[in-house]
């Protein structure tokens, strides 16, 4: 009697489980389309809290098939169209800034320049399956508190090759056909485009050297003027543009070689990371590398010696015929871009260091 009693409780026991678990199931899923159906009503907020009203970007609806990925901040504050990841071939994958949204997100990416402290990141613990996504263009001269992200994040998407999603600044494609080009015509020799002169970093003294032997007009912060709707005009009259970068470091290779050199069609002479770096991105003569050359003065005068031959110097240009510049995409795509990888590659990995892994090769 006894026994057949302690049976029935089990049978009981296990009913009201099972009840209560169906009761949650149709609970959540009411609450999940309740939520859809609100969702483009909202209002985009800034990262202060502050609506801006200047430029209302609704969310866009997720569905429970879709792979979400949170945008918890602006890169550089800076708004983008969270609509557009079908348009640019990435079907599925949903962009929100909704925060609500963090239980359920696929990946969670954190641009790190708007991170002054932990505060700043997302408090709840992380579900197991979701990415949280380390983003970050910029190299180790700017970039700040790496520390205190030791262990929190398990993907990251930078300029180095070696990122779960590698976000190049630009890069070389191939023509499907030979094309024929025209170089623009060319009556000014060097320019430069500075904004910021980091004291101690190797490109303002090697331009002070170069200066010595060869003319360079300098535009940008406490020099020549020069607007964005200008640049390209102004700089394709120079033969030559120095792609001086801030920090010499593996594949950091930006904007100044990309849209600045090859969009306005002078021959970059780079300063950075080594020649064999940069050729793992574009052809070996499409650039001028300074370390080719004993010290400036050298740089100099091959620099003036194109500049009254035609044919050496038209020689940087022949790899227009086989290949095009594809410059940086925009921000849907980088985030877009998050979403496809995410579908392909599920493996889970933690960052334990992020100072470690992002300064080895400092």
Known sequence: MISASINQQHIILFLILIIFFL??????????????????????????????????????????????????????????????????????????????????????????????????????????????VWFNLEPPLIVKNLEMMDNLFNATMTFRQDSDIFMPYGQIETMKEPQNFSIPKKSKLVSWVVSKWYPGVRRIAYYEELNKHVPIDVYGAKHMPLSVKDFHL????????????????????????????????????????????????????????????????????????????????QKYFKWRSRYYVKIGEGRPYQYCTVCAVIKKSPRYRVVHEIAKWFLKDV
Not at 47 to 68: A, E, H, L
């Open 23 to 132: 009761f949650s199931f149709i609970w959540y899923r009411s609450d999940f389309a309740h939520y859809n159906s609100e969702c483009p009503e909202m209002i985009h907020k800034q990262d202060n809290g502050v609506q801006d009203k200047t430029s209302v970007k609704p969310n866009p609806t997720p569905t429970p098939k879709d792979t979400i990925v949170l945008v918890w901040n602006w890169p550089w504050g800076q708004q983008f169209a969270l609509d557009k990841c079908t348009e640019l071939g990435f079907p599925g994958c949903k962009l929100s800034t909704d925060r609500s949204l963090y239980g359920i997100a696929d990946a969670v990416v954190i641009h790190h320049a708007a991170i002054g402290n932990k505060y700043a990141l997302p408090q709840q613990p992380r579900p197991s399956f979701q990415r949280w």
């Open 234 to 313: 102004t700089i394709s009259q120079y033969k030559f543009y120095l792609a001086f970068e801030n920090s010499i470091y593996r594949d950091y290779i930006t904007e100044k070689l990309w849209p600045n050199a090859f969009g306005s069609w002078a021959v970059p002479v780079v300063l950075g990371t080594s020649r064999k770096n940069y050729e793992q991105f574009v052809p070996g003569d499409a650039f001028i590398h300074v370390d080719d050359f004993p010290s400036p003065k050298e740089l100099a005068d091959y620099l003036l010696e194109l500049d009254k031959d035609d044919v050496k110097y």
